[in-house]
């Protein structure tokens, strides 16, 4: 029987219901999202071939997302901006990456292998970011999309748990990774000099 491909908001719903409930059952997952268990086996079959659909698809959508963003063309400080507000728009499907992600998953060439088209992709945006003076040269260009994709996925994680507010989540990466000439640096802190320590308040007792 042909299966039905779900739909972007399914997906995403799904791919939030995964990551809050690991452990969960299909039907489990179908009461989260709002639909019958027969509906999600009919688009899906099992739990696990549910798990290879979203990991596909968020694959195709991320790729998607990186070939939209023209680096040859656009300003490259704008291209960066527009990578990183792009990404955070799929906050649902990056955090199912989070959770599904294994230090050797891209080494799985039977599940993974979408995932080399945007890896690659990414390498590309980096590398002709340093060619037009945006991104530092002294670190390789897979090292920066590495850094890109890790700063990403903590702040979206970091949302998650409250730490961080998801309205400047896109500032704070550009920030934090944009050696755009428009971008001031991060001011360094004002470190006391040593003999500061010794003229400082005496501590008080801890309550524990």
């Not at 060619?131 to 890109?148: E, K, N, S, T």
């Amino acid at each position: 029987m042909r299966r039905v491909l779900l739909d972007d908001s399914l997906f995403k719903a799904l791919a939030v219901a995964i990551v809050d409930q690991p452990r969960a059952s299909l039907k489990n997952l179908a009461d989260s999202v709002g639909v019958s268990k027969a509906t999600l086996h009919r688009l899906c079959g099992t739990r696990e071939q549910l798990v290879d659909q979203l990991m596909t698809h968020t694959s195709q959508v991320m790729l998607a997302l990186l070939e939209s963003v023209d680096m040859k063309t656009a300003n490259p400080a704008e291209a960066l901006r527009t990578l990183i507000e792009r990404h955070l728009a799929e906050r649902e499907l990056m955090l199912f990456l989070i959770f599904q992600y294994t230090p050797d998953a891209l080494r799985w060439a039977d599940r993974y292998s979408p995932w080399k088209a945007y890896v690659d992709g990414l390498d590309a945006f980096f590398l002709h970011g340093q060619q037009r003076g945006l991104f530092r040269i002294d670190v390789p260009a897979p090292v920066l999309a590495d850094l890109f994709a890790s700063l990403l996925c903590g702040m979206i994680d970091s949302e998650r748990v409250g730490r961080a507010a998801p309205a400047g989540s896109a500032r704070t990466v550009e920030l934090f990774f944009s050696m755009a000439p428009g971008l001031k640096p991060i001011p360094a802190p004002v470190l006391p000099s040593p003999g500061q320590y010794h003229r400082a308040a005496p501590a008080r007792s801890l309550p524990w």
